[in-house]
């Protein structure tokens, strides 16, 4: 049972420009999602988040939006730079039934940049 | 101030075998998360520690264990290793459970013979 999908495997976007990177969750209880980033054989960077209670959420380049009706958040890089190449996760937490860290991530998009 | 820490490494171990992972959260932080990275699998949540308590736990068989210490550090143990246990072992830490961000080690790259 994947609760949170990316359905698009890869992505490449033109320096510059924009990339969006989406999920979809099931799970109504999820109230809090993250965005991280990953180079091969190191761990995830945490780069954005975002609570239930709100729709959107800004941190320089990187903005989350989140459609709670849609069960649908997508991250939004502006402008992208070769340096964002990367495999992008999304992850969401419930709280419901006791405070937790339990991460359900998404299976990832690598997003190539192209010069 | 120091991120996540993870020993070792790289591992590599022959099927039946045991091995442990050691875990340093950031200074201050109480709560560890352990995660399990394969190609057919994604990420996967192995179990969560919080003061010494193991506070919720991933659909694992008991050959993985874990345990956190009174200064956070937690180790995690596989015993009767397989070759499906090959993958990449991570660590995320976090100020308290349920606290909003978790930041994670590089991880321990397992390799079962």
């Known amino acids: 049972d994947q609760q949170v999908k990316q359905n698009s495997p890869s992505l490449s976007v033109q320096e510059g420009r924009i990339s969006i990177l989406n999920c979809d969750y099931t799970n109504s209880m999820f109230d809090y999602f993250l965005w991280y980033k990953k180079y091969p054989a190191e761990g995830p960077t945490f780069l954005i988040s975002i609570s239930s209670i709100k729709d959107k959420n800004e941190d320089g380049r990187f903005t989350v939006f989140l459609n709670k009706s849609a069960k649908h958040l997508s991250l939004h890089i502006v402008p992208s730079q070769p340096g964002d190449s990367a495999v992008y996760f999304c992850a969401a937490r419930t709280n419901y039934g006791g405070a937790t860290n339990k991460l359900i991530f998404g299976t990832g998009t690598l997003l190539a940049v192209q010069p | 101030k120091a991120g996540v820490t993870q020993t070792p490494r790289y591992l590599i171990k022959t099927r039946g075998q045991q091995v442990t992972l050691s875990c340093s959260p950031i200074?201050?932080?109480?709560?560890v998360s352990w995660y399990q990275q394969t190609p057919g699998q994604g990420l996967q949540f192995l179990f969560e520690y919080f003061s010494e308590t193991q506070r919720n736990k991933g659909n694992f068989p008991g050959r993985f264990s874990g345990r956190q210490f009174s200064n956070s550090r937690s180790e995690m143990n596989v015993s009767t290793l397989e070759l499906g246990d090959s993958a990449l072992y991570l660590c995320?830490?976090?100020?308290?459970?349920?606290?909003?961000?978790?930041?994670f080690g590089p991880g321990t790259r397992l390799l079962v013979l």
């Open positions: 995320a830490s976090s100020f308290l459970a349920g606290w909003e961000t978790q930041y």
């Open positions: 200074s201050g932080h109480r709560s």
